[in-house]
């Protein structure tokens, strides 16, 4: 049996001569220090030990040398009795912590965090460190290195050598979380010795590697008094450090800390080459405190705290995105599915800079979930479309980075709710945290879009309730956008009566409808144009939603509520709804040059990028304009029972107090939640975070 295994040998990859003169010299390289050792397969062939499994080794072409080895543990052997010898993925027993490794998915997310909590005129220094052969410092328990044995390639004629890695391999199923374990031990030793008065620590024998540059000679002393802020971060094998030092004294102790911590765990090497602390990445100043610096991925400022996608990462998606639309103009080939996918994975990266870019991605979804050979973009007009405005975000990031505050959801400074029936959509919009005039807008359907409405009378209609609802919200933002006055990085949340609108808002995305999905691209756009945070869109029960369906029905299909004018909306609303302090209502009515476009998307028409990122007046306020108020939202829950179609002089008095505030209280708390989700998870620091 393991004769078989033993003929399959290595990956093709690994027999081009320079592959294995390369893979000879390493392997000699880890002999040497003890991290492998070669044994010919003669002499245990009679009586292998116990643990033994041959997977085959790949070199694969790599961008700081010619190859990279990859050890194929996933691979299982097919024998010729029919069995499988399984992989060695597949015969482990997952052992290692999970705690550590559930932290990646949250280091750029904190990173994102302190930055946008920062105070603006606070300067931020960043440092890194990385940890050279991270996996290769983790030892294999005695006898379990068996189980990482590979064939090493050779010239024909030479007697069979195997290669027997002592340490863990990086393709191993559980070597990221044992390494994570022991890089986040790092992380928390490191955040001890910060606790240490300022300027006890010994210098670590690399602290001139920090403690240079321009930005670092600039730095004057400051308010002593003030606390030291910094943060420790890790990513697998990437310390990262921010600072808002008071001196260069605090720059010295925090990399002196980071750096100790990391000793700690793993040992250092009185061989500068071959310490832990790359001594290459040292060379290349990424530990030198810095105003700027590139941090898993992305380009940060810590004085106008921004970020974008790393120079080298956007251009050469600009490139691969331009060759493709040029491929499309001739429309003779297509684009090769694994590398459509390989593409729009690095999009999604690069849009945690740019958030809005992944409201443009649901063509690519569809996609993604066909999975053909090929990819045409000359035969999908809204894939060409989503991927031409992709490009346009990526070309523009750099002119303009996103304020790391634009991609924070906060409590939010103005409040929309919406409803749409089959007769037109309604809406409001109040003040939060800050003041702006309480308006009712109203839409009503024209007879096209009736006629198209899906119904049990109507099962032809292309167009469901829940594009409706999604046109609504959009048109929703679109009367903000004027009414609020809106700013970047301003919060706004969005309530709606309808699930399937507020999880396509959640995610930028729908899977099943194509009118949403060109919605959402529209409200990306307005998003990004904008520079708003996040959305916080939330789902309110249509029992819940009073206020909103006066206005969405108000156009005779009820008649106590039918309303022929905009005035007449008015004095009902003002009845239905007094606002506090004798305060009145405003109407907002859209313009004609701004709802054709929302209708031009449930008319299933191509809308240019240009068409949303240049948007016309929106529209104006009907008479008197009230006085802009804050703190509203609390005061609608008031008014959150189902409308009756009773004469009533206010909706509010027919609620039990104690049912009000229930109410509030759960709605602020669905509030609360939503707002705690957003946030990645906390851990032991000294930073302002709100």
Not at 31 to 43: P, S, T
Not at 463 to 479: F, K, P
Not at 542 to 554: C, E, F, V, W, Y
Not at 625 to 653: H, M, V, Y
């Amino acid at each position: 049996m393991m004769e078989q295994a033993i003929a399959q040998g290595p990956h093709v990859s690994a027999l081009n001569p320079e592959a294995m003169a390369q893979l000879a010299a390493e392997v000699a390289e880890k002999e040497k220090k003890g991290q492998a050792r070669v044994v010919l397969w003669d002499d245990i062939k009679d009586n292998p030990p116990p643990e033994l499994k041959i997977s085959p080794i790949a070199m694969i072409p790599h961008k700081s040398r010619l190859f990279r080895a990859i050890l194929d543990l996933s691979f299982s052997i097919r024998l010729n009795d029919g069995s499988n010898i399984p992989a060695v993925n597949d015969s482990s027993t997952k052992t290692a912590p999970q705690g550590a490794i559930d932290q990646m998915g949250h280091s750029l997310r904190r990173i994102i965090h302190a930055f946008a909590q920062a105070d603006p005129t606070a300067k931020v220094f960043m440092s890194k460190w990385d940890i050279k052969d991270g996996f290769w410092r983790l030892c294999a328990q005695a006898g379990e290195e068996w189980n990482f044995c590979y064939v090493l390639p050779q010239p024909d004629g030479e007697p069979t050598r195997l290669v027997v890695p002592t340490s863990l391999q990086m393709g191993w199923i559980e070597s990221p979380p044992y390494f994570c374990a022991a890089s986040e031990t790092g992380r928390d030793v490191a955040a001890q010795y910060m606790e240490a008065p300022i300027g006890s620590l010994p210098d670590h024998k690399f602290i001139d590697h920090s403690m240079q540059g321009i930005d670092v000679d600039a730095l004057k002393d400051g308010n002593q008094d003030d606390p030291l802020r910094y943060l420790i971060e890790v990513y697998v094998d990437d310390y990262i450090s921010l600072a808002i030092p008071r001196s260069k004294d605090d720059l010295r102790h925090v990399a002196n800390a980071v750096m100790t911590g990391i000793h700690d765990v793993f040992p250092a090497d009185n061989v500068a080459e071959e310490d832990p602390i790359s001594l290459k990445k040292l060379k290349k100043l990424e530990a030198m405190w810095a105003l700027q610096k590139d941090i898993l991925g992305f380009t940060f400022d810590g004085i106008e705290k921004t970020l974008w996608l790393e120079e080298a990462k956007r251009d050469a998606l600009l490139t691969i995105l331009a060759s493709w639309t040029k491929q499309a103009q001739r429309g003779k080939s297509g684009i090769p599915f694994k590398e459509f996918q390989s593409v729009i994975s690095k999009l999604r990266h690069a849009f945690i800079s740019i958030p809005a870019g992944n409201g443009l991605l649901s063509p690519c979804n569809t996609i993604l979930r066909q999975q053909p050979h090929l990819v045409y973009l000359d035969r999908n007009r809204p894939l060409l479309q989503a991927l031409t405005d992709c490009r346009t975000l990526l070309r523009e990031s750099t002119l303009a980075p996103t304020k790391c505050s634009q991609l924070v959801s906060q409590w939010p400074d103005f409040i929309g709710v919406k409803d749409a029936s089959g007769h037109g959509v309604g809406g409001i919009i109040v003040g939060e945290t800050e003041a702006c005039t309480p308006t009712v807008f109203r839409f009503e359907w024209p007879d096209d879009i009736k006629a198209e409405i899906n119904s049990e009378h109507n099962p032809t209609g292309k167009l469901t309730n829940s594009d409706l609802e999604c046109a609504g919200l959009l048109l929703l933002w679109l009367v903000m956008e004027d009414v609020c006055k809106l700013h970047p990085g301003c919060h706004v949340a969005l309530f709606s009566d309808n699930q399937p609108t507020v999880h396509w808002v959640q995610r930028l995305a729908s899977k099943s409808s194509f009118v949403a999905g060109q919605l959402l691209r529209a409200l990306s756009l307005r998003l990004y144009k904008s520079g708003a945070s996040p959305l916080t869109p939330l789902h309110i029960a249509g029992s819940q939603n009073a206020m909103t369906d006066i206005p969405s029905r108000s156009f005779g299909s009820n008649k106590n509520w039918h309303c022929k004018t905009d005035d007449d909306l008015l004095t009902l609303f003002n009845s239905k709804f007094p606002l506090p302090a004798q305060n009145s209502w405003t109407v907002y009515q859209i313009s004609s040059k701004v709802y054709t476009r929302v209708l031009s998307v449930l008319r299933m028409k191509h809308t240019s990028m240009e068409e949303w990122t240049q948007l016309p007046k929106r529209g104006r306020h009907i008479g008197e304009i009230g006085a802009p108020l804050s703190r509203l939202w609390e005061w609608t829950l008031n008014f959150r029972e189902s409308p009756s179609d009773k004469e009533q002089p206010s909706l509010q008095d027919s609620q039990p107090l104690s049912d009000r505030a229930t109410l509030v209280e759960e709605n602020k708390s669905k509030l609360q939640q939503y707002q705690a989700r957003s946030r990645p998870l906390e851990r032991r620091s000294l930073w302002p975070m709100k």
